[in-house]
């Protein structure tokens, strides 16, 4: 094929339409360097500014005179290039990780807001093998994604519709160790799809219209799931067995690099159907929250500063916390405004719910963990709510409930108001 037929398809795809500046992940294969001679002369047309990024897995004799060549490459084109190498035990899971972390880092350093690998149809039909052979869930099938976005950096993987002989024979570097059976992918590559190419000559092609069918599928069931409210499960149990198990897969997929084991997964199904209220830690700093018939998926939140989590609020004062303003004496007006009657003797406290936290009700005293469970407050609530603190005593538990210290205070000549505003609405 001509260098402007591979042009024209990326032109034509516009996958880098929103970037101006991009890495590329340099190994100095066939595939990458092809990629690289592309988008080198092809800068002005694409309308990007190419940085080079290339790792030294230090596991060849040939890996640092590679390394070399290619700063002289780099050179000669008059681009940057960054290079690590590769330190610790040596697998290919952890070089994949060592190589995308160090991308992350150039792509924060350089400010490029997309990375570009040469991943190859090739490469895909490999990938959907091995996925099939592992037992992966049918989602994977569909294999590696022309563009992903992770952690804000758009992935970009231009040449996943051409096949290796359809690249120039240009110079790169051979590595003899791709003909060894020592990787997985390796015998994928060597012997297993050459075996079964005897029996189907189209296994290639068979295997990437699976992929695509697969995918076709997938985007068939978000499109039609678009006014389903996942997250209620009332609603979610309204479906049967088979369709709640397809329509969580497809809510999960919009959390990349969750990727949930399908022993994960129905843990997951089982926390939904028998938990009232749980959080569950799943992978990759995600986290499961179920509160009551509702649920949701998402990062754990950084524990707060302890300092900010309690305020000292003193008569004729106003203070901000947790999306509310707090008036002490002075009054506000608003259909939003609610009051909570304490005294003017002594200044106020104003956080959130501490371990072994009582509240005086009707007389007698109730721990607020089993007020929430009563009244099944969700957790999330339970953690946020604003506490009102006076005397050493819960005064109110902001829009929940309020103690007999309050209703005591409203006959007291010293009694004033607290006077709050939701201002986060």
């Known amino acids: 094929m001509r260098e402007q037929d591979f042009l024209n398809h990326f032109l034509r795809k516009e996958y880098f339409k929103k970037h101006s500046k991009v890495v590329l992940a340099l190994s100095g294969g066939l595939d990458s360097m092809f990629l690289f001679q592309l988008l080198s002369t092809y800068q002005n047309e694409l309308g990007i500014e190419l940085i080079l990024a290339h790792v030294n897995h ?141 029996e189907n000559p189209r296994l290639k092609s068979a295997l990437l219209d699976l992929g695509r069918e697969i995918s076709d599928y997938q985007a068939t069931i978000t499109e039609l799931s678009k006014q389903i409210d996942v997250e209620d499960l009332n609603e979610l149990f309204s479906y049967s067995q088979q369709t709640q198990g397809i329509l969580l897969q497809n809510y999960l997929n919009q959390f990349p690099d969750l990727n949930l084991t399908k022993a994960q997964f129905d843990e997951v199904r089982q926390i939904l159907a028998r938990k009232s209220q749980y959080r569950h830690p799943l992978k990759n700093g995600y986290e499961l929250i179920k509160e009551y018939q509702n649920f949701r998926v998402c ?30 004496g002075i009054p506000i007006e608003g259909n939003f405004v609610q009051k909570v009657t304490v005294s003017r003797e002594t200044s106020v406290h104003i956080r ?42 819960i005064v109110s538990i902001l829009g929940i409930a309020t103690s007999d210290l309050s209703k005591n205070t409203k006959n007291d000549i010293m009694n004033t108001v607290i006077y709050i505003e939701k201002i986060d609405r």
């Open 352 to 393: 959130c719910r501490k371990p072994g936290d009582i509240i005086t009700l009707n007389g007698h005293r109730k721990k607020l963990r089993r007020l929430f469970i009563d009244l099944k407050i969700p957790i999330e609530k339970r953690k946020t709510t604003p506490i009102i603190e006076q005397f050493g005593e």
């Open 58 to 198: 230090k596991q060849r004799r040939e890996s640092d005179w590679e390394e070399n060549e290619l700063r002289k490459l780099a050179d000669a084109a008059e681009l940057p290039i960054y290079i690590t190498s590769f330190s610790g035990d040596f697998s290919e899971a952890r070089a994949r990780e060592f190589r995308y972390d160090f991308f992350r880092k150039i792509m924060k350093e350089v400010g490029a807001t997309a990375l570009v690998t040469a991943h190859h149809a090739d490469d895909q039909v490999e990938t959907i093998l091995m996925r099939l052979i592992r037992g992966s869930r049918l989602r994977h099938l569909t294999g590696i994604k022309e563009s992903q976005v992770v952690d804000d950096i758009e992935i970009i993987r231009p040449l996943l519709q051409f096949h290796k002989k359809d690249f120039s024979p240009i110079f790169h570097f051979e590595d003899q160790t791709n003909q060894e059976s020592t990787y997985f992918r390796n015998r994928i590559r060597n012997r297993y799809i050459p075996e079964l190419e005897k």
């Open 299 to 328: 990062k754990i939140s950084p524990q707060a500063d302890e300092k900010e989590d309690e305020l000292v609020l003193h008569y004729q004062n106003q203070v901000r916390y947790k999306g509310y303003l707090f008036s002490f």
